[in-house]
């Protein structure tokens, strides 16, 4: 269970949809002259990200090293569960850094008090946190299932998926706790909440490395909990998954 909580944050760094779609409407999304991507479709390049992510590391990582070592090569899935949490913490300083230079020339054009004016910076660079954010993603969901498909035990297949679904619920929740927060303690007597509805006059960065810092702390959390948890299991998830499917037979 300790393990499986750390998963958590990166749910809640992926329920950040709302922040990206208004920064996305205030920069300029024109990829030629007559053609401008929707504001609302960034978010399919974390799905891009995510199953270009499956089909390199399924279909050539995995064997150019094969040929590499001669031998079959699985990256360990308590070892990917913490490179996913790395990841998701490295899309949040992103985010926050291209939040902080959009911001800036924002102000810089005059447009402090005008949130739904242009800004003259490219939408294109929201694809590096949405890409990383899909990455992380791949690492933790398909990692994860793999460590409880090969560490519970066989009459408890079902348990893995729960606990997903149990963590993106878990996630949804305190996403809302976080952001009612940050709201409640950052305004005050004339200045603007960080996560204020005019994002010119918010610190919308300052919110992104706020949870780039709790990604952080939860990976020290993840390596604490990993040393706890001692040897994992290094088994061949495919095959194992053949095995309990036969025992149901």
Known sequence: ???????IIISINMSQSSFPLLQAQSMDRHLTKGFEIPAGSFGMFLMIALTLWVFLYDRVMLPLALKIKGRPVHLKPIVGMGIGIFV?????????????VRRKK??????L??????VEMSALWLIIPNCLNGIAEAFSSICSTEFYYSELPRSMPSIASALLGL??????LL???????VDKYTKGEGTESWVSSNINMGHYEYYYWLLALFTAFNLIYFVACCCQYGPSVDVDITKKMMEISDDDD
């Open 113 to 118: 008090n005008n949130s739904q004016g242009l």
């Open 175 to 181: 996403a809302s706790v976080i952001l009612s927060a």
């Open 167 to 172: 963590g993106m619920a878990v996630a949804s």
């Open 1 to 7: 269970m300790p393990l499986c909580s750390t998963g």
């Open 88 to 100: 998701s913490c490295m899309s949040m300083v992103v985010s926050g850094i291209i939040e902080h």
């Open 106 to 111: 924002a102000i810089n054009q005059g447009l």
